[in-house]
């Protein structure tokens, strides 16, 4: 059976609403959602709706006599023009038109829905277009399915309109967190993080590490810190799901991660295993282990969980180099991932979510690099990567690069950007039979360049 080409026409509801805010034009300040010129059927409407709004806002009066003049300036045939004509007056005379202003933001919902049924329409066309093509990939062709879907529903987006006491109300609050000593967002679980650095929502953190250092521990910490009181969505692109809960499990069941991978838990270990795997089975913690993950692919998860539980939650992504560009063929490296980087920025902003990207290092200077405070332009493959984010850090362990190290267990986490915050260095703990990262003694001095 063949589609559609056209939705169903709403003739009623075009001429209802035009009708409306030529009677009560304050109607036009009052829409919460105002067709363009392309969402009427009948592209004469569509040129008198046009004419109305460019009207209401350079403030000439919408009378009989304004309107006619405008009328008379529009492009095109003469028909159309006396048909527009021929309404106005009709409207203007007719005292039962008056009913319409009571109906008009219920004649716009209608004009909305058959606009997006026919945006709906030509999106499948050209998704079928693409999905015939014997050069377009099955891949390809679905990324651009999620793109034409979620630009219709980006069309109701929340309207993001805030009033001064409610903005107030806002900043008080955080004012209050400011006041207790901590940055205002979500922790990341470490004090000696948290008293200098937040996850806030809308923002885009880099977190940056050499191999072996423990970058995808650290994303679980912190994912744990939150997934008993919000949703956290960790897409992985380096292990599998297997891997991340033999990981979890050794961590908190306090035993070691090799015995958990080996299956050599001894009888009174049992128990702590059970208690944690009950303990885990309560969090909102949502893995998707997909090998090839583009931003639109983990975008529509993250919506979907938006959807379901509201409020806060973050997305954690390991790691940036590996993830699936969506960018034209032969676009040059730094530019995919300059597009990957703007890509998850919006994605933050738009769900109000903080977006953690794990992301390696490059080789510069790795010979040295245990003496070496980390830079910037250490990011791997593209200087746009500390364009887009705003805030990046660095994680650094001495012992990875020498097994004698008298740092053994140390680690630092340095945040070299921080839209609106300082930069600091931050001493960590490193249990590597846990796999995790912890806080350091309080009482302990702390150099960074020991």
């Not at 929340?158 to 009033?163: K, P, T």
């Not at 923002?203 to 970058?215: E, F, S, Y």
């Not at 992301?359 to 500390?386: C, F, K, T, V, W």
């Amino acid at each position: 059976m063949n589609a559609p080409v056209e939705a169903p026409r709403v003739d009623e509801a075009e001429r209802g609403l035009v009708a409306a805010c030529i009677v009560n034009p304050a109607l036009l300040d009052d829409l919460e959602w105002q067709p363009a010129k392309a969402d009427f059927c009948d592209a004469w409407l569509g040129d008198l709706w046009s004419t109305i709004q460019s009207m209401r806002i350079s403030g000439t009066p919408i009378d009989g006599a304004a309107l006619a003049a405008n009328v008379r300036k529009l492009d095109g045939d003469s028909e159309l023009n006396g048909r527009l004509m021929v309404f106005v007056a009709e409207v203007i005379q007719s005292p039962n038109y008056l009913a319409t202003t009571h109906h008009a933001a219920y004649y716009a919902a209608r004009i909305r829905e058959r606009s997006l049924k026919q945006r709906l329409i030509r999106g499948s066309h050209r998704v079928l277009a693409l999905a015939v093509d014997p050069g377009v990939t099955a891949s390809e062709s679905i990324a651009a399915a999620e793109r034409e879907l979620t630009a219709l529903r980006d069309d109701g987006h929340e309207d993001r309109l805030i009033d001064s006491r409610a903005l107030m109300d806002f900043a008080l609050a955080e004012l209050q967190e400011r006041r207790r000593g901590l940055p205002p967002g979500m922790k990341f679980g470490f004090w000696s993080i948290d008293r200098h650095a937040s996850l806030r929502g809308g923002q885009l953190w880099i977190v940056a590490a050499r191999p072996r250092v423990g970058k995808s521990a650290f994303a679980l910490n912190v994912a744990g810190y939150h997934a008993e009181t919000k949703p956290v969505l960790f897409a992985t692109m380096e292990m599998l799901r297997g891997e991340l809960v033999d990981r979890l499990l050794a961590n908190y069941a306090d035993i070691d991660h090799q015995a958990v991978r080996d299956g050599q838990i001894f009888e009174e270990q049992w128990d702590r295993v059970v208690d944690a795997s009950a303990r885990l089975s309560g969090w909102n913690l949502f893995i998707d282990d997909t090998a090839s993950q583009t931003v639109t692919h983990i975008s529509s998860k993250a919506r979907r969980l938006k959807r379901k539980f509201g409020g806060k939650g973050l997305i954690i992504i390991d790691y940036l180099q590996i993830m699936e560009p969506e960018t034209p063929r032969g676009t040059s490296r730094n530019d995919q991932l300059a597009d990957i980087t703007r890509r998850l920025k919006k994605l933050a902003m738009e769900l109000d979510w903080p977006v953690m990207c794990l992301s390696q290092m490059n080789r510069l200077g790795e010979s040295d690099s245990e003496h070496r405070r980390p830079s910037l332009s250490m990011l791997r493959d593209s200087g746009a990567i500390e364009q887009d984010a705003d805030n990046v850090m660095f994680l650094h362990r001495s012992d990875v690069y020498r097994k004698e190290c008298d740092r053994d267990g140390k680690a630092v986490a340095y945040i070299l950007k921080q839209r609106g915050g300082p930069q600091a260095d931050c001493e960590l703990r490193w249990t590597g039979e846990h796999v995790r990262f912890s806080d350091p003694p309080l009482a302990e001095e702390f150099n960074p360049y020991d």
